[in-house]
Nanobody, 127 residues
Framework: QVQLVESGGGLAQPGGTLRLSCAAS????????MSWARQAPGKGLEWVSG????????WYADSVKGRFTISRDNAKNTLYLQMNSLKPEDTALYYC????????????????????WGQGAQVTVSS
């Protein structure tokens, strides 16, 4: 069965860095686009970043552009999210997602369709 397991979350200070990993299994990882989404307390889901199946293309929400970098290692079936210059507003539960379809960009927001999620990794940015 499909499994997505996030790791690497934790507590960081403003301006700090964290790197999330997502270990995938149960499907042909290299055949699917992948994405990271987050949900902050009391807020809706935000699609943060996505990457093509072969890593040739990426996209980022405006809120993280220039600070976060998505990457993947298809040989290791692993997705990454490097988060730099962290801000308190980055505090959220971060999910790795296998995309079922391509994402749509509309009015400054990405909307994606996914069929599998990980359990989430908590990221807290606080001094």
């Amino acid at each position: 069965q499909v499994q997505l397991v996030e790791s690497g979350g934790g507590l960081a200070q403003p301006g700090g860095t964290l790197r999330l990993s997502c270990a995938a299994s149960g499907f042909t990882f290299s055949s699917y686009a992948m994405s990271w989404a987050r949900q902050a307390p009391g807020k809706g889901l935000e699609w943060v970043s996505g990457i093509y199946s072969d890593g040739s293309g990426t996209w980022y929400a405006d809120s993280v552009k220039g600070r976060f970098t998505i990457s993947r290692d298809n040989a290791k079936n692993t997705l990454y999210l490097q988060m730099n210059s962290l801000k308190p507003e980055d505090t959220a539960l971060y999910y790795c997602a296998k995309l079922k379809e391509g994402c749509t960009y509309y009015s400054g927001t990405y909307y994606c369709v996914t069929d599998y999620w990980g359990q989430g990794a908590q990221v807290t940015v606080s001094s």
